[in-house]
């Protein structure tokens, strides 16, 4: 395999000192998952990082960056000595960024960076090589980590771009310099961090900071902040390219059905149809940024739109399942959306939309009549409207076609109250305490839905319904 980094080059990199004479085919943060020949990063973060270096060493780590040589490693092994290793990480990535001849696109947005990204994973790779974060790799060292690991030969990069707080995006678009940046739309979410919508989008609007020259800004028209985010675009000096419904890149009509996205658009006045296996319009818009993105790249646009069919939701992202919960019985199994990575105001909507076009099924399971079902958890980092947007959900027009909501968390008792009592379901403090009661909530023939941000502990409600059958991607 070629090396990723050699000694000589990852010394002159980060301005450290590299014991030994040695060449690394990756980087990993996790000696779980580490792969040999992978250079291992010994990061801080709720463990020190240095306190699993030999572990590594001895599961054929190539070498490990670190700030100091760690208790039972040899001074003879292969290290990369470096004041920081975070800022160690970070030089890593900007050499990385300045070696490379790809095309690099960088995305943010409040919602649908992850399913953006994906999208453009799959099309690009069908015209070039390609070169993208895992899962959602977008914090201040999930992004120097995917640049470090970018080879110098790949035709496009496509960088996830997040943030939690004030300032974080900025740093982090100049170390990526995108020649194409995207936000995917602005929305209440970090509300605990931010004064205001605003706020996050000027925020979000620092991507344009880091652009290269001549760089590409694409940008939802059909935002309240549109105009903060133009104004940002163009004291950067960028091009703009837009899309939204009436844009360069238009979106005239969405069909929904189950399983499948049908759209029409206008790309630049030209009639355009793409399809996706997965319902949403949400993801419709997502698509259509992400077709402005690989025209930006100097991709081909029409392969893309056909190519668009490609993409699949990551696990955690809305992503679709079959959990078979009676093998004997034909039809004996339910369907999950696991969308239980992240939630805000925006990105409910549109999971209770996704899930208001499924179709369950009848004549199964002990029921023996199919539902649509929510399971809905606490949206965190909301600030003072946490509780009134919570309870807002119960009059989203979705609503109307779900059948029960069971609500996960302090902050749903205000949806779980707002509810009408025939829709109203069970609700539990936490993720544990409804795992161990969704066996009985939930049956064959159900469409089920499980949403909520990660620090609720929804990814044990998803594990406790896989358990309940043989579960499987959804084929189609």
Known sequence: MTALWTSADAEKATGGEARGDWAVTGLSIDTRSIE???????????RDGHDFVADALKKGAGAALVSRIPEGVDESAP???????????????????????ARVAGITGSVGKTSTKEMLRAVLAAQGTVHAAEKSFNNHWGVPLTLARMPVEVDYAVIEIGMNHPGEIAPLARLTQPDVALITTVAPAHLAAFESLEGIAREKAAIFDGLATPGVAVINTDLDVTAILMEVAAVAGAHIVTFGKEADFALQSVSLSEGRTIAKASLHGEPAVFKLTSP????????????????????????????????????????????????????GYLTLFDDSYNANPASMGAALEMLSVSVPRDGVGHTRKGRRIAVLGDMLELGEQEEALHAALAEHPAMEAIDV???????????????????????????????????RLIDAGDVVLVKGSLGIGLVRVVDAIRKMGQSGPNKR
């Open 79 to 101: 290290l990369l000595l470096v004041e920081d290793v975070l800022e160690g990480l970070e030089a890593l990535a900007r050499a990385a960024r300045a070696r490379t001849m």
């Open 36 to 46: 040999p020949g992978e250079m291992f990063v010994a990061l801080k973060d709720q």
């Open 405 to 439: 909501v069971h609500t996960v968390g302090p902050l749903s008792q205000a949806l779980h109250s707002a509810l009408p009592e025939d829709q109203r379901g069970y609700h539990a403090d936490g993720g544990t305490e409804m795992a161990a009661e969704i066996s």
């Open 280 to 331: 949403g319009s949400h993801f419709a818009m997502n698509a259509l940024g992400a077709l402005a993105v690989v025209e930006a790249l100097g991709a081909d646009l029409g392969r893309a739109v056909n190519d668009l069919s490609r993409w699949q939701p990551f696990e955690g992202r809305g992503a679709e399942e079959k959990i078979t919960t009676d093998p004997a019985e034909n039809g």
